[in-house]
């Protein structure tokens, strides 16, 4: 059985979270349990934190802020399961295509900066993501000034919500 199986089934047992009529896309959860990763580096997952990250979720990888919500939710337990950066960002495809991981490091960007100041950690965490996924200093870059400033993340209108 898969690790990401495996971990669903656990969460699904021991949590409640995730079920037989639940179907969330592999490379999905992935992206979003980075993104919960980014938000709690700093040992707190914030108010200020949640709602930026549902608002990115909505629109993107769930219809409606609700199963936004649920979404980060089980992204959430996901992440907590894993807790290694390296094993989500496995979880990519490998056919992905560098606007999608420039898009997805904005949207770390994003979360990092939801309440205002992006700390040492989610600094770091974010630049090591951004290697992680294969861009270079110059995208990592651009994707910050994308991500961190305006909160307008490329390719994604509802960002600034």
Avoid: C
């Amino acid at each position: 059985m898969p690790l990401l199986a495996r971990l669903r089934a656990y969460a699904s047992d021991a949590l409640g979270v995730g079920g037989p009529a639940e179907v969330v896309d592999d490379t999905h959860l992935a992206a979003i349990a980075l993104l919960v990763h980014v938000a709690r580096v700093d040992g707190v997952l914030a108010p200020a934190e949640t709602e930026r990250l549902a608002r990115l979720v909505q629109g993107r990888y769930a219809p409606d802020a609700e199963a936004a919500r649920a979404l980060v939710a089980k992204a959430s337990a996901f992440d907590a399961e894993t807790r290694d950066v390296a094993s989500l960002v496995e979880m990519m495809p490998h056919a992905m295509d560098e606007a999608e991981r420039a898009r997805l490091l904005a949207m770390a960007w994003t979360v990092a900066n939801a309440d205002g100041v992006v700390g040492e950690f989610e600094e770091a965490l974010v630049w090591r993501l951004g290697t992680l996924l294969g861009l270079d200093e110059a995208a990592v870059a651009l994707a910050r000034e994308g991500g961190s400033g305006s909160g307008v993340v490329p390719g994604h209108a509802d960002a600034s919500r």
